[in-house]
């Protein structure tokens, strides 16, 4: 079963905090490493309008 788009932005946030190694969680979410990339950046900008 796939992480639906909230959890996966949850522990990509989690682990960017932790300053966990970027490779380890995108392996962890079967996703490439430009996703945790843009992820975090889309989130950031999104919270920076409100």
């Known amino acids: 079963m796939r992480s639906s788009r909230c959890d996966m932005l949850a522990t990509v946030l989690r682990r960017r905090d932790v300053k966990e190694f ?22 950031d900008e999104l919270i920076a309008t409100d």
Request: aromatic share 10%.
């Open 22 to 43: 970027v490779a380890a969680t995108a392996s962890h979410l079967n996703v490439d490493n430009d996703v945790f990339y843009r992820t975090p950046s889309a989130h």
